[in-house]
């Protein structure tokens, strides 16, 4: 281009020039015009084409010369693909009308652009997701064992029977023997209480909320996740007015080292003792393998699962038919075995998620604060019907 635009310019100067000289010589061209004329012509046509030689070959080695001398320039983005464009007219336009005629695509190559010097290059090349890369959660949660309730006050009292029978209880009685034998039930007022779990996230950024698509979403279900959590963590180990259920459940009393044979212990002996039925158990991550990754002892070193240790067609491991169930809230050595129908999760207030501007500054700053809360009790009925094992120490 910059050869183009210096030829024309010396060009111009030559014709300048050249009708300078014409117009000295107008008396002689009018007496013999046609003679005259065609000297002109032929002297200027020979002298432009030696004198563009000239000029060409000048261009030529100030190019060269500037290419060795002066830093690359660095192209932006758009300067490299008009630059390409004008370098692949010719392909580039038959490229389109093949493009056009048969369906196909026209590509254009930009060998002038430095990707490595692209100001923005990683953005310009990078394909975004609206789809975060989420924190994983715990997928046990005790909801799924504890039978749901529903509860109207802040409180919620219930009869409890603390004893059988005091007294003698009933017994063969002789005719004229007496008084018959007394059942004497003792009750009293068993208490659960609602408590609230609750969270907030604050200083949401207005913008952040309408401009991403996945962000309103992503924060409730974060807000979501963060309250199971804490619902689950006040279950097992209390909180508040909860009494967790590591705390109501009885210590293993049996004599079983073996950590599947006090599973089973637990369950046909001490529980059964009490008249209750297991029906579900709870262990840790790493026990939950070690059961199925038993090997046998003496050297063979085979694996030797007992056989009544079995997997469900759910992928639920079972122990006699119980279903087990691992989470990463419960340490190594840790279990929970029992009978679930003697708990229960009471709802005061089912989980809400609501938003706010009116939050101290919010309003004036386009932020915004997210709440989310619930309010429930845990309700144990029998501490008998639940056996614990303590972690290892």
Do not use: C
Not at 176 to 191: N, Q, R, V, W
Not at 338 to 358: C, H, K, M, V, Y
């Amino acid at each position: 281009m910059a050869a183009e635009i210096e030829f024309k310019e010396v060009r111009d100067f030559l014709e300048e020039k050249l009708q300078m000289v014409h117009s000295k010589f107008e008396k002689a061209r009018d007496e013999d015009r046609d003679s005259f004329n065609q000297k002109v012509v032929d002297a200027v046509s020979s002298m432009k084409s030696d004198f563009q030689k000239e000029i060409d070959n000048s261009i030529i080695d100030l190019q060269e010369k500037f290419k060795k001398d002066v830093p690359k320039e660095k192209m932006t983005f758009s300067q490299a693909l008009q630059k390409s464009i004008r370098d692949q007219k010719d392909e580039v336009m038959t490229g389109l009308k093949n493009a056009t005629t048969r369906g196909g695509n026209s590509v254009i190559e930009m060998k002038a652009f430095d990707y490595n010097d692209f100001t923005g290059y990683a953005d310009f090349a990078t394909e975004f997701n609206n789809n975060p890369i989420l924190l994983p959660y715990e997928q046990f949660h005790y909801r799924r064992v504890l039978r749901p309730g529903t509860m109207s006050g802040e409180f919620v009292k219930f009869p409890k029977e603390t004893n059988q029978n005091a007294g003698a209880g009933p017994a063969v009685w002789t005719v004229g023997s007496g008084a018959k034998p007394e059942i004497e039930p003792k009750l009293s007022t068993y208490t659960a209480e609602a408590e609230w779990i609750a969270g907030i996230i604050k200083e949401i950024p207005v913008s952040m909320m309408e401009d991403f698509a996945f962000m309103s979403s992503y924060l409730a279900q974060k807000a979501q996740n963060e309250l199971v959590k804490a619902e689950d963590l006040a279950l097992q180990n209390g909180s508040g007015g909860i009494s967790g259920l590591l705390d109501e459940a009885t210590l293993y009393t049996g004599g079983k080292t073996i950590f599947v044979e006090k599973l089973i212990d637990a369950a046909l002996v001490q529980i059964k003792n009490a008249h209750y039925s297991a029906n579900g158990i709870i262990v840790s991550n790493q026990d939950y393998a070690n059961m199925i990754l038993q090997k046998a002892t003496g050297g063979s070193e085979e694996y030797n699962t007992p056989f009544v240790l079995t997997m469900g067609t759910d992928g639920t491991l079972r122990l006699l038919n119980l279903p087990i169930f691992s989470t990463s809230y419960l340490n190594t050595g840790q279990a929970l075995i029992g009978d679930w129908t003697q708990a229960q999760l009471l709802i005061r207030s089912n989980p809400r998620l609501r938003i706010f501007e009116q939050n101290g500054t919010d309003a004036e700053k386009n932020q915004l604060m997210m709440r989310i809360e619930e309010r429930v009790a845990l309700a144990v009925y029998s501490q008998s019907a639940f056996v614990k094992f303590a972690a290892h120490s």
